[in-house]
Structure formats: C-alpha cells, structure tokens
C-alpha cells in the first residue's frame, strides 16, 4: 500500500513538474515571438480611421476627432509611420501626433469655419490607408 502511495505521489510530482516546464515554455515563447515578416511594412486593408464626433460647429473652435491605426498583416500596429492627411482647404487640421506611436496610432484635430461635408484621406508613405471618411461641419 505505501509502495503505490509513492508512486501516486511521484506521478503527481512528475506531472506537476511537466506542467511548469510546459508553461515556462510557453511564457518565452511568447515573450520572445515577433510578427513574422517586417513589422515596419504596413496593410493597406488592416489599416483603418475613425472620427469622434461626426459633427461639428462650423465655428473654426470646435474639433472632431481622427484617430488613424496603421497596422500590419497580423493586425498589430506599425510604429514611427508619417501620417498625412489630404482634405479640403476650408479643413484645418491640428497635428496632435502625426507620427505612429507603438499601437500604431495618430491622432489629428479637425476644425472649419465654413459648413459642409468634407472628405478625409489618410496616406503614408504616398500609399492611402483606410477608407476616406467624411466629416460635417455645420
């Protein structure tokens, strides 16, 4: 009986100690992986803007928000990108952080004094990104 309860014993200890190798396994993997591919080549499709509000007053104060990612083919953000935005005259845009940070991320502030709908597009690197989005000032 105390033969068996050694080895149960012993069973137990060996695959607790298999568990804890297989998780420091798993923690360096993941600690050491990288995208595969150049993490500084960005996807045309992955890449994406959004806008907060929609709307604005037409005041030349009040701001709308562009939030543009630059991501990769895995979806992680690129950093250190340049990003321009082409849009109409009567537009003025605030460069809060034109270059990428590490999620990938720039932020822009958008303001007019003269109401209308106006289309934004993004580009980096003369390549445009995203879907243009269309911001109204009233």
């Known amino acids: 009986?105390?033969?068996?309860?050694?080895?149960?014993?012993?069973?137990?200890?060996?695959?607790?100690?298999?568990?804890?190798?297989?998780?420091?396994?798993?923690?360096?993997?993941?600690?050491?992986?990288?995208?595969?591919?150049?993490?500084?080549?960005?996807?045309?499709?992955?890449?994406?803007?959004?806008?907060?509000?929609?709307?604005?007053?037409?005041?030349?104060?009040e701001r709308i928000r562009l939030t543009i990612f630059i991501l990769n083919d895995e979806g992680l953000g690129v950093p250190a990108k340049d990003v321009n935005i082409n849009k109409a005259p009567e537009v003025v845009v605030d460069q809060v952080q034109m270059r990428t940070d590490n999620y990938g991320r720039a932020i822009f502030d958008l303001m007019s004094a003269k109401v209308g709908e106006y289309i934004i597009e993004a580009m980096v690197e003369n390549t445009k990104v995203g879907e243009p989005i269309r911001v109204k000032f009233n």
């Open 1 to 61: 009986m105390k033969r068996s309860k050694n080895v149960f014993l012993l069973l137990i200890v060996l695959l607790l100690l298999l568990f804890l190798l297989s998780l420091s396994a798993n923690i360096r993997f993941i600690l050491s992986s990288r995208a595969s591919g150049n993490v500084q080549d960005f996807s045309v499709d992955n890449s994406y803007m959004s806008i907060s509000p929609i709307e604005a007053r037409a005041d030349g104060a």
